[in-house]
């Protein structure tokens, strides 16, 4: 499984140009001062923002060598390795926070790799493209072949995104195993948050990605 699996080009916000807008959204749900993972953590531009930004304790596993030595030259503390063979090596609630960022679909076992993500922190921070977005649904109409968008950029014989979904599959997942959904986020092919609320048929049409803050029951 590769990290960053999907990485939207150009998604930057003014403001903020060294992080994308989905890691972005992602930030503004992490509690000041908090203890965070981040599983497949690129080049760890989102570990460098929670650290300037909101004095987090963020800790990285990224697959890639080249990965881990950007993320070592900013300063920080990753470790190479890899979401569907090394969560299990972690200890209960050792986290506030664990996060993965449009990688769930690339793992082997995203169910065991979710659960894990929940075991290991007391909340869970998901990100993964949404496969019913409708430029996706018209490529498959019009054109009968599996679809490209700016978030699903790899011909099928070359992704390794193995596990697609979609918003509604999701969330009927989370309502299956009992994780709670503590919050939801549509954002279109740019990243930016859509005007309305995650829920139903319009978020899984109109939405390129999704973004979830969970929680297990009773936690």
Same mark, same amino acid.
Request: aromatic share 6%.
């Given at each position: 499984?590769?990290?960053?699996?999907?990485?939207?080009?150009?998604?930057?916000?003014?403001?903020? &140009?060294?992080?994308?807008?989905? =890691?972005?959204?992602?930030?503004?749900?992490?509690?000041?001062?908090?203890? =965070?993972?981040?599983?497949?953590?690129?080049?760890?531009?989102? @570990?460098?923002?929670?650290?300037?930004?909101?004095?987090?304790?963020? $800790?990285?596993?990224?697959?890639?060598?080249?990965?881990?030595?950007?993320?070592? /030259?900013?300063?920080?503390?990753?470790? #190479?390795?890899?979401?569907?063979?090394?969560?299990?090596?972690?200890?209960?609630?050792?986290?506030?926070? *664990?996060? +993965?960022? @449009?990688?769930? #679909?690339?793992? &082997?076992?995203?169910?065991? *790799?979710?659960?894990?993500?929940? $075991?290991?922190?007391? %909340?869970?921070?998901?990100?993964?493209?949404?496969?019913?977005?409708?430029?996706?649904?018209?490529? =498959? +109409?019009?054109?009968? %072949?599996?679809?490209?968008? /700016?978030?699903?950029?790899?011909?099928?014989?070359?992704?390794?995104?193995?596990?697609?979904?979609?918003?509604?599959?999701?969330?009927?997942?989370? /309502?299956?195993?009992?994780?709670?959904?503590?919050?939801?986020? /549509?954002?279109?092919?740019?990243?930016?948050?859509?005007?309305?609320?995650?829920?139903?048929?319009?978020?899984?049409?109109?939405?390129? #990605?999704?973004?979830?803050?969970?929680? $297990?029951?009773?936690?």
């Amino acid at each position: 499984m590769n990290d960053r699996a999907l990485t939207p080009p150009s998604q930057k916000s003014g403001g903020h &140009k060294d992080i994308r807008r989905d =890691l972005l959204l992602i930030a503004e749900m992490v509690a000041p001062k908090s203890r =965070l993972l981040d599983v497949g953590c690129g080049d760890g531009a989102l @570990l460098e923002y929670l650290a300037r930004e909101k004095d987090v304790d963020g $800790r990285g596993i990224e697959i890639r060598q080249s990965g881990v030595n950007a993320c070592v /030259a900013r300063g920080l503390s990753v470790i #190479q390795g890899d979401a569907d063979t090394d969560l299990p090596d972690y200890p209960d609630a050792a986290f506030d926070y *664990v996060v +993965l960022s @449009l990688t769930l #679909q690339a793992t &082997k076992n995203p169910r065991k *790799v979710l659960h894990e993500m929940l $075991r290991i922190g007391r %909340r869970a921070i998901v990100s993964f493209p949404n496969f019913a977005y409708w430029p996706v649904r018209l490529q =498959l +109409l019009l054109g009968g %072949r599996m679809p490209m968008t /700016a978030a699903l950029d790899d011909p099928w014989y070359d992704t390794q995104n193995i596990h697609l979904c979609t918003i509604l599959d999701f969330d009927d997942l989370c /309502a299956r195993d009992g994780i709670v959904v503590e919050q939801r986020i /549509a954002v279109d092919g740019k990243g930016n948050r859509e005007g309305w609320k995650l829920q139903g048929n319009l978020a899984n049409i109109f939405g390129a #990605q999704a973004v979830y803050l969970l929680r $297990r029951r009773g936690a």
